[in-house]
């Protein structure tokens, strides 16, 4: 597949396509702020952007797409920001995630969902249920998510196995901990990317990112769209994946 970058076309591999992209979708703010715009205006237009991303990547062919909805630390922001990032929860979960089911499309969670309100932990139960035998591609949602926790709460899991003797220490290995943690039984990411500028992973998927290539966008995660995600693939096909095998 070509597409303009810059001055010349460039081809995509569609036979290397990265299996699992995590997207950290920065900068809705910013871009409210820049058109003078509550900053739930900017959540909403990134809602629309992430409507658009999972168009673009089921269309490409890409398995696994994974973004980061709302962390743990998300809930410091002023009580209206909060509700307002709930209220569009809701929404796309009545509308939009519907749409994406009629599109064989599987959604699911990861995060402790506890915390929100039991309208959207119904509604999200719902949405995981009615998509589980979807194979189109699966979406992967960060609800209240935070690596740190993610491996607290994976760490709990595996002591209480312990406590009551169904594992005992020398047995536990990586892949006890990888069969603890909420994304349990999916490819970790091979591209990592983030809008807006930064250049930080934001306490995002800390154990599955160890070897994925991280791709920087200055774009604001609204007016990220298919030419934003085709240069990030670009990026990630041209890039020489080593392990730390040398």
Same mark, same amino acid.
């Given at each position: ?23 950290? =979708? ?8 820049? +058109? ?8 909403? $237009? ?6 658009? &991303? ?16 709302? !962390?743990?630390?998300?809930?410091? +922001? ?5 509700? $307002?990032?709930?209220? &569009? =929860? ?6 939009? #995630? ?97 809008? !807006? ?7 995002? &998927? ?10 920087? !966008? ?5 007016? #990220? ?15 020489? +994946? ?5």
């Amino acid at each position: 597949m070509f597409f303009q970058k810059k001055e010349k076309a460039v081809s995509i591999d569609m036979t290397r396509l990265p299996k699992h992209i995590a997207i950290i =979708m920065d900068g809705n703010g910013r871009w409210a702020a820049k +058109r003078a715009l509550p900053r739930k205006a900017g959540h909403k $237009a990134g809602a629309e952007a992430f409507e658009r &991303l999972i168009t673009d990547a089921k269309d490409l062919g890409i398995q696994h797409i994974t973004v980061y909805a709302f !962390s743990t630390e998300n809930w410091k +922001r002023s009580d209206e920001e909060v509700n $307002a990032i709930m209220d &569009l =929860m809701r929404h796309y979960l009545k509308n939009s #995630f519907q749409r994406f089911l009629k599109d064989n499309v599987r959604m699911h969670i990861i995060g402790d969902i506890s915390r929100l309100d039991k309208d959207i932990q119904e509604q999200i139960q719902e949405v995981e249920e009615k998509s589980r035998e979807k194979d189109g591609m699966t979406v992967h949602i960060a609800l209240n998510y935070g690596g740190r926790d993610e491996l607290l709460r994976s760490v709990q899991k595996i002591t209480e196995k312990a406590l009551n003797g169904q594992i005992s220490l020398p047995d536990i290995t990586e892949e006890t901990i990888e069969e603890n943690l909420d994304t349990a039984g999916i490819p970790d990411p091979e591209l990592l990317i983030r809008t !807006s500028g930064e250049e930080r992973i934001s306490n995002f &998927l800390l154990w599955q990112i160890a070897y994925s290539e991280f791709y920087f !966008s200055d774009v604001l995660w609204p007016d #990220f769209n298919k030419k934003d995600l085709l240069e990030a693939i670009y990026y990630y096909q041209n890039r020489e +994946r080593r392990f730390g095998g040398r």
